[in-house]
């Protein structure tokens, strides 16, 4: 028997569907996965706050597979896991179709100035003229990122006649490698940032590419809050550098109240909520993890699986 300690809140989805070479414990708070994480050789130690998963992933010394709904997971003690020789299972991919979906809402909003519209509405005004005339269609993106999410963005933006160049680690037909990609902000109308937080992507927006976009281009995030520098991103969209940020990831989250990214006219904060605004991530977890007990049994490799020093 293989002991795997698993969160009660998947407990309904997976419970019926465990292999009997499987011997589940739950745990419903943090005291509970403190206690049984010594024991877990599989784990799934999910909180929606890091601190306690960092604690009981520490606890877990016999732990030999963790798996976590989280795409994000540069938090955790990563150097320790690969010293352990834990196998790192995230959720790349699972909130990709909805996040992509995202991307495209807050395009759209800001091309047709929608954020207007629904003012007036709350104002009864009857509008006589659209207050944004942008066209996606015929515009430029370069997309920094291709995992999945990436890949989603750019099938669903060329479904609008927009011309999608990507920047990948190396540089290959249709994309740009990372030396190009600087040099070429210019060309571009929308810029879009759905790369994993590592060293490589701390503040690879600062106040020099800011400076380098077209002051009609409109920066895209929906990848983390430091891949940007906010402190030059709200200088730039003060001095109109750039005509404006869509921004679903901040630094800190949640966003001080008085931050002055909250009444910048030409931002969009939308709270983190892209990966949320569904309801099958719980679903397609569990799915996940239940193909990939049959993998882990059968000595096959699961997926997706981090690459611990990559910290992705």
Known sequence: MTTAVLSAMIRPLVEPRLPDWVEPQWFASKEEALELAPHAEIGWFDFTQKDPMVEVIRAATNLKWLNSIYAGLD??????????????????????ITIAEYVVMLM?????????????????????????????????????????????????????????????????????????????????DWIVLAVPATDDTHHMIGAAELTAMKSSAVLVNIARGDVVDQDALVTALRDKTIEAALLDVTTPEPLPEDHPLWSLENAQVTMHLSGRAQTKMFQRSADRFIDNLARWHAGEAVEPQMNLKLGY
Request: proline share 3%.
């Open 75 to 96: 938090f955790l003690p990563l150097e320790l896991l690969e010293e352990r020789g834990v196998t790192v299972t995230n959720g790349a991919g699972i909130n990709a």
């Open 108 to 188: 759209l909003t800001h091309a047709k100035g929608y954020r207007d519209v629904v003012r007036a509405q709350e104002r009864h005004e009857w509008l006589r003229d659209s207050p944004g005339k942008r066209e996606l269609s015929g515009e430029r993106v370069m997309l920094l990122g291709l995992g999945a999410i990436g890949s989603l963005v750019k099938t669903r933006l060329e479904a609008f006649d927009m011309e999608v160049v990507t920047v990948r680690r190396s540089a290959s037909a249709g994309a740009l490698g990372p030396d190009e990609w600087r040099g070429r902000l210019g060309e571009f």
